[in-house]
């Protein structure tokens, strides 16, 4: 059993700043890849941010210079620092990360519950 659980989220006015975190627990053998995916009402699911085992990262557009992504693996945690927040940055953060369990061969993906974020103008 492998859960993710993120915490963090929360109505910020534009312009301000917010530290989403989240933690995976359970029979973890192995993490690759964590990141950050967030959907606003109407909207498909998007990637923000993301990642590496090897410590690469790659952001969407929309977010970089502003958002900065960051992980902890001593702790399984992966975080997401969001600064210069914008009205159009509200939605549901969803944390994903591709894990491979004890005494598995093979990844697979999890998602945590997801964390709203609100910027109110």
């Known amino acids: 059993q492998v859960q993710l659980v993120e915490s963090g989220g929360g109505l910020v006015q534009a312009g301000g700043s917010l530290r989403l975190s989240c933690a995976a627990s359970g029979s973890i053998g192995s993490i690759k890849a964590m990141g950050w995916y967030r959907q606003a009402p109407g909207k498909q699911r998007e990637l923000v941010a993301i990642?590496?085992?090897?410590?690469?990262?790659n952001y969407a557009d929309s977010v970089k210079g502003r958002f900065t992504i960051s992980r902890d693996n001593a702790k399984n945690t992966v975080y997401l620092q969001m600064n210069s927040l914008r009205p159009d940055d509200t939605a549901v953060y969803y944390c994903?990360?591709?894990?491979?369990?004890?005494?598995?061969?093979?990844?697979?993906?999890?998602w945590g519950q997801g964390t709203q974020v609100t910027v109110s103008s």
């Open positions: 994903n990360a591709d894990i491979r369990r004890i005494g598995m061969v093979f990844s697979d993906t999890y």
């Open positions: 990642h590496t085992s090897g410590g690469s990262t």
